[in-house]
């Protein structure tokens, strides 16, 4: 074997790696002297811009012209630490910048800043291009995809350039006929996609501009305190002494450093190059290993509330409360992590794994510390509403400052008690004796980081702050937590080495602050970028090509036709940063599925739909060819990539069959659900996605049997989708004919659902078309009534129900927009569904139940058989 090989073999080398996450990441040069002050300078202003653009202060301390261009100082400063901290090749030098990229930087600084310093020439044109700047926006979107290609590899400049290329040459006789339009000339077009707020200074780079960096920072600056090595040692410290313990303690170290890192190529290196070794040293393989942390990091992209900034981005996509977004994903999240740690202990149980260290706690005791630590901390964010608002009560003008000094006492507190023990400091996985870390010794030396995380959730989902203001505080909180803990500590401790302690946290702030920086280069680039893309949809309308293409490859399945809009998801999100993959998946295959949903009689709620794009997206981190979480994991492993990135894809089916899952049963996202059949749903949610597993990994109390397992698969099936089967012994709806539906919606239940299939000339083509509505009547007296306050009016001419145009604003009028309402042929109700009296689709989970513990009987009493019959055989 050559040295090469060898050293793939036994994995990087802990420089290596970071070179490796700062490649993908923060950038991998670094020049010394001057010019490396200068950029890590930049990268501290950068952060403090945006602190202060976030703040309660910016209205006074900030310009207003400053404020209103933020995107554009924004992107200015990426644009500029993007040709100067990522070099153009592999073979270009990264201990100093070469001239040429000098020039790039200044320059793409400078056209990111055009809109800024020729607004009003730009007004005065009414806000179009005219010749200069239609050149001058060209070569912007140029040097953005050349900053894009740097810090966020081929992929996504390659993707934006295709869309770019379809707008000029969209027309032309070489593009498919089911794809061709009529094309834009360079003035209209870049009018578009770098004047307006359409493309590239869209909403996408708006969110990043608002939200993200602070989030992004506020991971940073934790990480930089100390929380990420906390958390690890806190999950081996619970988790270790289990069989495949290791591999458990990573899913749970990774679930809580992806909540804060937002980067799973970052959160594999980081929490991976302690836990791989680890699992490969109690059996797992090199794949093995690297597929548990690449599976349990890109999880970390899903899980609430931050989601790699994905759910900001749904909250303008989708219309709808940060707070609603992350109660509708947390529970695929929460269950897709459960099943995660039982694939590891199947692993760990068909491998007989040995365990670590020397603890004998059982697994129940375990799993009931975890769950009463989880339920108290949340019951923290919950609860600390009221004394607040008994603060507020008491003291109603300064009742923000006694908060902060009330928060500053109990961070003095859980200082002085971190104090009573040593300081953490990483453990070596190669170490000839592993001790496993005491949970009752070590959880004081941390508890003071949870202080920062509690005020981010308080303002989030109590006070339900902006994300932006949100995240300003629990930073602000940080810079305290950084500048101060090590000095407190060392007053607690009696060391006289307050100066050098408050040098060394100012430094962890600074540093904290340009890692912070230096990690959105790629994202803002990535959200500038996808407004190219974002920018092509609106001004082409290919949205509607990309329908009728998914609609005419699936002909008209409804799963099929998932099945393929999630392989283009896939595929759209090959090489791109979670937050970018989410823009480009959602604009282009969001509006495909609800249409097509609708048209097939699902009508589906459009958060539903942008999870189920945003979690195909996701796994284009694990699947081959490109699969970047799963080619970091196999460069610490040491095993083979394309491997690992398969088993990786095996480990998170489940994170694949969830999506489908809540586009059929969205309690699964606990819409318009009480809190009994939340709890009642997230029980089953838990147990269906466990006998899923089980079912998928072909092992539950023992090795399954081929109709074990497919009755696993059922019993899963049930569980997660009793309406499928209820349905089909009483129908939920039953049809009313067309000339009686305007009682119908008089005497329908307030709120209850009623679902048109209506049919008309379609605006474009003349052709006759159909669609699908479901409308929930209002307790207004009387069908006409009801359906005139939700904007509609029928018209009934001899049976026949004709409809008029929605009135505009309301939701009905945009989404009936395909019709041409003043066409000879009408628009008419062609068929009207009222709901109908259904027994509570919740039954089915019993007859569900008892076939699972047929299937428990049947294996417990084969495990129980195996070790006599080896007794009878020696």
Not at 484 to 508: C, M, S, V, W, Y
Request: hydrophobic share 50%; glycine share 10%; proline share 5%.
């Amino acid at each position: 074997m050559s040295d090469q090989n060898q050293h793939n073999r036994q994995g990087l080398s802990e420089e290596e790696l970071q070179e490796l996450v700062a490649a993908s990441d923060s950038g991998s040069r670094n020049p010394a002297g001057a010019v490396g002050l200068m950029i890590a300078t930049i990268a501290l202003v950068w952060s403090c811009f945006q602190v202060l653009l976030a703040s309660p202060v910016a209205n006074y301390v900030l310009p207003s012209d400053l404020i209103n261009n933020s995107r554009q100082f924004h992107l200015a400063f990426a644009m500029f630490l993007a040709f100067m901290a990522y070099p153009a090749l592999k073979s270009s030098p990264r201990h100093h910048i070469p001239v040429q990229d000098w020039v790039l930087a200044f320059f793409g600084a400078f056209i990111a800043l055009y809109g800024y310093f020729f607004y009003h020439k730009i007004v005065n044109n009414g806000g179009l291009a005219d010749d200069t700047d239609k050149w001058f926006a060209l070569a912007g979107i140029v040097v953005l995809f050349e900053a894009a290609r740097r810090a966020l590899g081929p992929a996504m400049a390659i993707v934006a350039t295709v869309f770019l290329l379809y707008v000029f040459f969209g027309s032309s006789e070489w593009v498919p006929e089911v794809i061709r339009w009529k094309g834009a000339s360079l003035q209209k077009a870049m009018s578009h996609m770098w004047i307006t707020s359409e493309g590239v200074f869209g909403i996408a780079l708006g969110v990043s501009t608002k939200f993200v960096f602070l989030f992004v920072l506020f991971g940073a600056l934790l990480d930089k305190a100390g929380a990420g090595n906390y958390f690890i040692k806190m999950a081996f410290g619970a988790l270790g002494h289990l069989k495949g313990g290791p591999a458990k303690a990573a899913v749970v170290g990774s679930a809580a450093t992806g909540l804060i890192s937002g980067s799973s190529i970052a959160n594999v290196v980081t929490t991976g190059t302690f836990t791989i070794p680890l699992m490969k040293r109690v059996g797992f393989t090199s794949e093995q290993a690297g597929s548990v942390e690449v599976a349990s990091s890109v999880n970390g992209q899903i899980m609430p509330p931050v989601m790699g900034a994905a759910a900001f981005l749904m909250v303008e996509y989708v219309g709808i409360s940060y707070v609603d977004v992350i109660t509708h994903a947390f529970l695929p999240a929460v269950i897709s992590y459960i099943a995660l740690v039982y694939i590891v202990h199947l692993e760990a149980v068909k491998r007989n794994m040995p365990t670590i260290g020397h603890k004998t706690v059982s697994t129940l005791r375990t799993v009931l510390g975890m769950f009463v630590f989880f339920a108290g901390f949340a019951a923290l964010c919950y609860g600390i509403q009221y004394p607040i608002g008994w603060v507020v009560a008491l003291v109603p003008q300064g009742s923000g400052w006694v908060l902060a000094l009330l928060v500053f006492l109990a961070y003095l507190a859980l200082l002085k008690l971190a104090a009573t023990t040593e300081d953490l400091h990483p453990d070596d996985p190669n170490a000839t004796e592993i001790t496993l870390p005491e949970i009752s010794e070590i959880y004081k030396a941390g508890l003071y980081y949870l202080l920062p995380i509690v005020v981010l959730v308080y303002f989030l989902m109590i006070e339900q702050k902006s994300p932006g203001l949100s995240a300003f505080w629990a930073t602000a909180l940080l810079f305290v937590i950084l500048l101060t803990q090590r000095p407190i500590k060392a007053l607690f401790r009696g060391e006289n080495e307050q100066a050098e302690a408050f040098k060394a946290g100012i430094n962890d702030l600074v540093h904290g602050m340009i890692d912070g920086a230096r990690n959105m280069i790629g994202i803002g680039l990535a959200t500038a970028t996808a407004g190219v893309i974002v920018g092509t949809v609106t001004l082409t309308g290919i949205g509607q090509v990309m329908a009728d293409l998914v609609e005419f490859v699936s002909g008209g399945n409804l799963v099929l036709m998932l099945i393929f809009v999630g392989l283009l998801s896939l595929v759209l999100g090959m090489g791109l940063p979670t937050t970018a993959n989410y823009i480009v998946v959602s604009s282009l295959m969001a509006g495909v599925v609800v249409e097509l949903g609708a048209q097939s009689g699902l009508i589906v709620p459009l958060i539903a739909v942008h999870l189920f794009v945003f979690y195909f997206g996701i796994m284009a981190d694990v699947t081959p060819p490109v699969g970047l979480a799963s080619f970091a994991a196999a460069a610490v492993s040491g095993g083979d990539a394309i491997k690992t990135g398969f088993t990786a894809f095996f480990y998170s089916l489940r994170t694949v069959a969830l999506p489908f899952v809540f586009i059929f049963n969205t309690d699964l996202l606990l819409i318009d659900v009480t809190i009994t059949q939340g709890i009642l749903v997230s029980i089953m949610a838990t147990i269906a996605i466990l006998v899923f597993t089980a079912g998928t990994m072909g092992h539950f109390i023992t090795k399954n049997r081929i109709y074990e397992s497919v009755a696993l698969v059922l019993i899963a099936f049930i569980l997660f989708r009793p309406d499928f089967f209820m349905n089909r012994i009483q129908p939920p709806f039953e049809s009313v004919a067309p000339a009686q539906f305007v009682e119908a919606v008089g005497n329908a239940p307030a709120g209850s659902e009623i679902r048109l299939v209506l049919s008309g000339p379609d605006f474009d083509t003349g052709d006759t078309t159909e669609t699908r509505i479901l409308i929930n009547p209002g307790d207004e007296d009387g069908g006409e009534a009801r359906l005139t306050a939700l904007g509609l009016t029928t018209i009934d001419e001899d049976g026949v129900v004709k409809l008029d145009e929605p009135f505009p604003g309301t939701p009905y009028f945009d989404q009936l927009g395909m019709f041409d309402f003043y066409a000879d042929e009408p628009v008419i109700v062609k068929e009207a569904r009222v709901a109908a009296d259904q027994l509570p689709k919740e039954l089915i989970y019993i007859p569900g139940l008892i076939l699972l513990i047929l299937v428990y009987l049947l294996q417990r009493s084969r495990a129980g058989r195996a070790p006599r019959e080896e007794g009878a055989t020696a």
